[in-house]
């Protein structure tokens, strides 16, 4: 008995100890980016050890119960290695997974790089053939050195005689495993949120078990609906109430047609810290210029931080959530309302066009879904020119594109939505105007852009044509993130011959608020978008911007803004005097948006 507890003791220690250097060494790999003392390190460490203790438990298990059989039977030597292959390569793959990734992400290593393996092309678009390669090696090498480690120091237990005595104290172990694997005896059970402790966020994540955040994540990947729970339905109501209207009341006209020619322009990633909004005039001149010859939405947020779900809710007016992709759930995705299907009606023809694969997150079925009955993308397109950019088919040429088509219209009216995709990582666009690589990339956005809106200047479409331009989400970098305003505040401009005049819109609102808003514009309903609001209308009166991200939610109105963490489930950020009441407010839009979607 003796010689099998410290067979476990041996190998529960040595995991403990590797989840342990695993974080140490994440910490040290993202020192440039996030600097921190020595002192931090003990300090994840210690806050940390809770979640690892808890989670080498569950890698516990098949030795106890092999530790176990083995004094009833003589299990072969190999059926422990396969074991310690087998965790050695799991742990590797977390490990290198979860460093490499935060570079790109900002958070910890879940379940949605998964949706990755199904289109693994998009998945290397953002890095290069030898950093991929630099990895499968570094991956290789790592989970030989751990499967060492556990055959020489966990090794395998002694085989034992028969004793009911021991089969009984082995069994008196088992309720130890699972307060250990629960975090205690206490209502809260492990979770991320448990290892918090800093206002600094990296610290925060670098105390969090990369295996755990996967596991834990694993059912509440992007296709799995989350139901967020925090009021009475009364209370949930009576906080949200007048923030949703379908009506638009005694809007102004800013068009010269109510049955204008739309060209949709969503850019990749360009949140207003690239404009004029985050104070840069030499990144993006063209898009300022615009912003100032047009109609111009000084006060627009995006309501997430990925392109699958900005998507939704620019062409549904859908909010965004958490964990849970709507684009990635068909059966939730095709009985959203859509502009297009909406203009459809109206006798609109619509198009699509991305450069890159139209299959990635399940873009197509939604697309198509959505009322478009056009689509042009990566694979329409040359050799050549597919292998432009990582992505695909780089933005200057996808501009072209777009003027073509344009000008092949044979009638009216249409609608044309163009995604870009050359101002993502990595940010290999073809010009060099800036030193930063990632504002140039944005530059060059920039640059297509305001050479396409010059170009369709002198065409016929000008006269009756309606541009919308807004990004998809905003970008974490240089400190810019979740728990800033500037990390969601967009540009949103209308331009185009069907605009009146150029003007200033400083209402508060959402992306998602595009499609009432735009709706409300041509005198068409749009009762169906119970989350769009006509921000021109009368009948908007309580503005408020909303956003949510992979572990939170954020809200901002006149009073204040809250940034909220779900998993440490506290406020990390925040302005205003009234930040509690955001929260609350926030809470109820998460439930009142999350049951709306579950009951889809």
Known sequence: MKKRLLYLLRFYLLTVVLFIAAKVVFMYCHLAQHPFVSGDVLEVVRHGLSLDLSTALYFLIIPFLLAVASQWFRLPRWLFHAYYVMIAVAFSLAFVADTSLYAFWQFKLDASCLGYLATPTEAMASVSVGYVLVRLLLLVLLAALLVTLYVRIA???????????????????????????????????????????????????????????????????????????????????????????????????????????????????????????????????????????????????????????????????????????????????????????????????????????????????????????????????????????????????????????????????????????????????????????????????????????????????????????????????KGINETTRLFNHIPMIWVGGAVKAPCRIDRLCCQSDLAATLLGQMRLPHDEFTFSRDVLSSSYQRPMAYHTYVNGVTLYDSTGFMSYDLDAKRIIAGEGSDTLRLLRTGKALLQLTSRDLADK
């Open 155 to 477: 090794a395998t237990p002694a085989y034992g005689h028969r004793s009911w005595g021991e089969l009984l104290l082995d069994v008196l172990l088992v309720p130890l495993f699972v307060i250990g694997i629960r975090g205690g005896l206490d209502e809260s059970t492990t979770n991320i949120g448990q290892v918090y402790y800093s206002q600094n966020q990296f610290l925060n994540h670098s105390a969090v078990n990369p295996v755990f955040s996967f596991l834990y994540s694993l059912g509440k990947s992007g296709d799995y609906i989350v139901e967020y729970k925090y009021f009475d339905d009364e209370e949930c109501s009576r906080l949200t109430e007048g923030f949703f209207t379908t009506q638009s009341t005694g809007a102004d006209t800013l068009l010269n047609t109510t049955r204008p020619n739309i060209l949709l322009i969503v850019m990749e990633s360009c949140g207003g810290q690239f404009t004029e909004i985050g104070g840069h005039d030499e990144i993006t001149p063209h898009l300022n210029r615009l912003a100032r010859e047009g109609v111009y939405f000084t006060e627009c947020y995006a309501n997430s931080w990925r392109t699958d779900r900005g998507c939704v809710s620019i062409l549904s007016g859908y909010p965004a959530f958490p964990v849970t992709s709507v684009m990635k759930v068909p059966e939730k995705s095709r009985k959203l309302p859509s502009l297009a299907r909406s203009l459809s009606a109206e006798g609109y023809s619509c198009s699509f066009l991305y450069g890159g694969d139209i299959n990635f997150t399940n873009m197509r079925s939604y697309v198509i879904g959505s009322g478009y009955s056009h689509l042009t993308w990566k694979a329409d397109f040359s050799l050549q020119a597919q292998e432009s950019a990582k992505w695909g088919v780089e933005d200057g040429i996808m501009s072209q594109t777009v003027l073509e088509q344009v000008s092949r219209q044979e009638s009216s009216p249409w609608m044309m939505t163009w995604l870009t995709l050359s101002s993502h990582e990595p940010w290999d666009v073809p010009v060099r105007h800036l030193d930063d690589d990632v504002f140039n990339a944005f530059h060059y956005l920039d640059s297509c852009i305001g050479h396409l809106i010059a170009q369709l200047r002198q065409s016929p479409a000008w006269k009756d044509l309606l541009v919308v331009i807004l990004p998809d989400h905003g970008y974490r970098y």
